[in-house]
């Protein structure tokens, strides 16, 4: 019953919204976001520490076809709901200054958002899987359309198509699966089951499907064009939503469905496809080091972290998987912060173009301070969350293959140049005409980054809470994973 | 029965308005009448899966779409000064509808299809003063006519093969010869696909819808793009994938052929028009293709499945055309840059037209997904797995025309256009739409197992 509350609380309260007026707006779509955020917290209370799928809900829906209602969570899907609640509260307190045209649309826009991601991560049903994820389309393709900067009209179309091209190859990997399993469902178990009975080369078929779709929406080089242009035109909260939570649906499908359906054919692709994603690694971080953009810069840099997080995964050991659930954790944290840096540089100073700014920490101590927190979890120094993740990851690649891992690893020293070479060219040096005024930090950007900087803090020292609760539940789908690949 | 008697008996009534002269009173009188015989018709509703059933399916959904058509084109009645005729032609076509989606004899088929072209040549040229529409009914009617010689040498040749008329004794010839019936019959069920193809406009037999349905009003065309294709694609149905099913070999691979090249060229044809109503039409190609998908499947979703596109095609068709004929009517032309800023100036208008727009693209929750994912597994399931890649990849096309049009809406500024007035009327039946365009793609159940 829980699960269905997270799912249709923030739909609820998006069509509520609809009736509010004004400033009070953004007051009720917080509000709203928090105690969603409350409802998640007593989910993790009530969560039992085992691998099972718990406060199931299952309710025929599409009879005929074999389609039901079914939702569920275990470890896995429940860290991810919990970023999602705990995320969205914050994207909202991000925009408390900014003055969007039609704010009751934007806020009822990111709540439906939300309606659809948390169905993602819960769903325990192919087909409904599928709904939720195209649902999750529409709202933030209106977000980056209506309230995103120049050309946005071109660019958001290409994401818009690019993402339903994958989507709709997965659909067809997913009807095919469909038509294999023994009684014609989309249940979960039956459709795990329909993929582990086809031999190597369908697997392979199903895998390629399936992995366009997530590989698109992470995305993985070389499909990831979309994605720089995409998060540079977004609103800043449209973009925090891409890249802080709607990228988690990629790599929470290859773990929930791809490794599953498709081991054999996982097994026999994953070192292309592993390699494809280092590739990208390398590829993004050097283009990243000669970004003069620096919100462009960090859309490159989220293309290396999540190359890594693709493949700890596909890597197929403990080490990996539970790496790429940290790491997704992570990430969705450190990148809101970071976007969250660049919207704040932008509407003090107008421009957020590395070349011009400079010598902001001599203004402004406590957000050169704060800043360099967030950063530096970002590239992954010990005892912040980023480095838990990244470590677990680069050690799961490295037991799938030492040369690789090798490459893999590169991110952490790539990373470490072009953000402190952002940090040194924002921060550091003598202010200039642009950066000469550079006015205190309000109320609600002290909150949201103390709330990120405690959380990066925290879970760098003490990660064990986030890996305790999906430790069962990966240490199962890795051994099921690797018994059906006989390893 | 009673739908026909009923359905005749109201165009009798509308050709006696102009007697008794009550035409004020005839566009309720029209609807009344439109939605009893839709209540009556399904009051008597046999649910057994014999084509009775799906008989009733098909002509219940010509008979609300009519009645939303005829919500929708109130404009259109009210402008021409021969009202009542248009009345009684619109409903006698409707007659000619319903008589193709229930017919057991091969006459009939020729009847149906007749009652229901010469009322639409008619009409597509109604717009007297306009040389497009007169070529419209031109070109219509001489096609029209064409297509029909095609369907009569096929229906004389397979007369002459089994000596019958009646469908249910040329299905028992075919299984009875066992595949080996005279090569006259052959040339006699492809003569029919070709009429038939003609009929739902597919390729490489679609050259005169565009023109067609560019020059007829456009209330004319939302007609043409729905009940008559319907119609058409029962009557096709009906023929193929019953009567001649036990042919299957020697029509299916001409329809596949037929079908990838309607999903490829009418999508991408649709996406070089600069007039949104020839887009619509392209895409109402295009449309046909994926409903021939479900045909060539031939298994048991095809009905079902071609019976939830039309139907979901229909609505996103009839609520599209319904506000391009109000943009039209008030910004003058029907290019994409007159929905420029309809986001602003009329909210529900944008709305419709965008939850038409999905629908027919194919999005999540719409109808217009569930229909195509429907359509997708009946291909599926029949092994036609590359025809559902060219269908994926035409409907990725689909999205590029479509959502030009929702860019314009809500992105571009709207230059100073100001708000059109919508009629109550109007308002109602584009609330209807939404509604059942979402309720279709959640509850698809509620059709399916009607079935």
């Known amino acids: 019953m829980i699960t269905l509350l997270l799912i249709f609380f923030p739909l609820v309260a998006a069509l509520m919204l609809l009736m509010v007026k004004g400033e009070q707006v953004k007051k009720v779509a917080l509000a709203a976001a928090i105690i969603e955020f409350v409802i998640s917290i007593a989910a993790v209370v009530q969560f039992q520490h085992n691998a099972d799928t718990q406060f199931e809900f299952n309710k025929p829906w599409i009879q005929s076809l074999g389609i039901s209602f079914h939702v569920g969570m275990d470890g896995i899907s429940l860290l991810l709901v919990l970023l999602t609640a705990f995320l969205v509260p914050i994207i909202i307190l991000t925009s408390f200054k900014k003055t969007y045209k039609n704010p009751t649309a934007f806020y009822s826009l990111i709540l439906a958002m939300q309606f659809a991601l948390v169905g993602v991560f819960v769903s325990l049903d192919g087909f409904l899987f599928y709904v939720f994820w195209e649902l999750a389309l529409i709202p933030i393709y209106f977000i980056c359309l209506l309230w995103g900067a120049e050309d946005r009209a071109r660019i958001t179309f290409k994401f818009f198509v690019y993402t339903l091209a994958g989507s709709l190859l997965m659909l067809a990997g997913f009807i095919y699966l469909y038509q294999h399993t023994a009684n014609h469902t989309f249940d979960i178990a039956e459709m795990y089951a329909a993929g582990q009975s086809l031999d190597i080369v369908h697997q392979g078929y199903v895998f390629w499907a399936i992995f366009m779709a997530f590989a698109i929406k992470m995305p993985v080089f070389p499909f990831h064009t979309w994605q720089p242009d995409t998060y540079t035109t977004s609103p800043t909260q449209g973009t925090m939503l891409l890249s802080g939570i709607m990228l988690k649906m990629g790599t929470y499908g290859v773990i929930r469905w791809l490794l599953p359906v498709a081991p054999l054919g996982v097994e026999h692709w994953a070192h292309l496809a592993i390699t494809l994603a280092v590739i990208g690694i390398v590829y993004t971080s050097c283009i990243a080091i000669v970004q003069k953009d620096f919100k462009r810069l960090i859309a490159y840099s989220s293309i290396a972290h999540v190359g890594l997080i693709a493949a700890g995964i596909l890597a197929g050991n403990t080490q990996g998987v539970q790496g790429a659930m940290i790491q997704m954790i992570s990430h969705g944290v450190n990148v809101v912060g970071l976007f969250f840096i660049v919207d704040m540089i932008q509407s003090r100073l107008g421009t957020r173009d590395l070349s011009v700014l400079g010598g902001i920490r001599n203004l402004n101590p406590q957000f050169a301070v704060l800043f360099l927190i967030i950063l530096l979890g970002s590239v992954a120094l010990p005892l912040t969350n980023g480095f838990v993740g990244e470590f677990l990851l680069i050690n799961g690649v490295y037991q799938y293959n030492a040369w690789l891992a090798a490459f893999a690893g590169l991110t952490v020293i790539l990373g470490a140049v072009y953000m402190l070479r952002s940090y040194q060219s924002i921060m550091l040096g003598e202010t200039n005409a642009v950066t000469a005024v550079f006015p205190p930090l309000e109320g609600y950007e002290k909150a949201v980054l103390f709330i990120i900087c405690a959380a990066i803090i925290v879970f760098g020292v003490y990660p064990k809470p986030l890996l305790e609760i999906s430790e069962p539940a990966v240490v199962k789908l890795v051994d099921n994973f690797r018994t059906a690949i006989g390893k | ?451």
Do not use: C
Not at chain 2, 27 to 55: A, E, H, Q, R
Not at chain 2, 421 to 428: F, M, P
């Open chain 2, 1 to 451: 029965m009673t739908a026909l008697i009923l359905l005749s008996a109201l165009g009798v009534i509308a050709l006696l308005a102009e007697i008794f002269s009550f035409k004020k009173l005839l566009f309720p009188v029209v609807v009344l009448g439109l939605i009893t015989t839709f209540v009556l018709n399904l009051v008597d509703w046999n649910t057994d899966k014999s084509w009775y059933g799906m008989m009733r399916a098909f002509s219940s959904v010509l008979i609300g779409i009519t009645t939303l058509w005829f919500i929708m084109a109130e404009g259109f009645f009210k402008e021409e000064s021969s009202l009542t005729d248009h009345f009684a032609l619109i409903l006698f076509a409707l007659v000619g509808g319903v008589v193709m989606v229930s017919y057991t004899n091969m006459t009939m088929l020729f009847l149906g299809i007749e009652i229901l072209s010469i009322p639409m040549y008619v009409l597509a040229a109604s717009k007297k003063d306009d040389v497009a529409s007169n070529e419209a009914g031109f070109k219509y009617l001489i096609l029209g006519a064409f297509s029909t010689g095609f369907l009569l040498f096929g229906i004389t040749l397979i007369y002459g093969a089994t000596a019958s008329f009646d469908l249910p004794v040329i299905a028992d010839f075919i299984s009875s010869h066992n595949g080996a019936v005279p090569s006259m019959f052959y040339a006699g069920i492809l003569l029919m696909l070709i009429a038939m193809v003609f009929k739902v406009s597919a390729v490489p037999f679609h050259f005169w819808a565009p023109d067609v349905y560019q020059g007829a009003p456009t209330s004319v065309t939302a007609f043409m793009a729905t009940i008559v294709k319907t119609a058409a694609f029962a009557a096709f149905l009906r023929l193929f994938a019953s009567t001649f099913a036990g042919a299957g070999s020697i029509w299916i691979d001409v329809l596949w052929v037929i079908a990838a090249l309607t999903l490829l060229v009418g999508n991408i044809t649709a996406v070089i028009q600069t007039s949104t109503k020839r887009m619509l039409a392209y895409s109402s190609i295009a449309h046909a293709g994926y409903m021939l998908l479900a045909l060539i499947a031939l298994n048991q979703f095809t009905q079902s499945s071609v019976l939830f596109y039309s139907l979901a095609y229909s609505i996103g068709s009839i609520a599209s055309f319904g506000v391009l004929s109000i943009v039209t009517a008030s910004r003058g032309n029907d290019t994409t840059e007159a929905f420029n800023g309809l986001a602003k100036t009329n909210p529900l208008l944008a709305v419709a037209m965008t939850v038409a727009l999905l629908s027919l693209a194919g999005i999540p929750p719409t109808a217009g997904f569930f229909a195509k994912y429907y359509i997708f597994n009946a291909a599926f399931l029949s092994g036609y797995g590359w025809l559902v890649l060219i269908a994926i990849l035409a409907s990725l096309i689909g999205v590029y025309y479509y959502f030009r049009i929702i860019i314009a809406m809500f992105f571009k500024e709207s230059n100073g256009n100001a708000s059109i007035e919508v009629t109550v009327n109007h308002k109602l039946m584009f609330i209807i739409t939404i509604l059942l365009t979402i309720a279709l793609g959640l509850f698809p159940d509620f059709i399916i197992r009607l079935l």
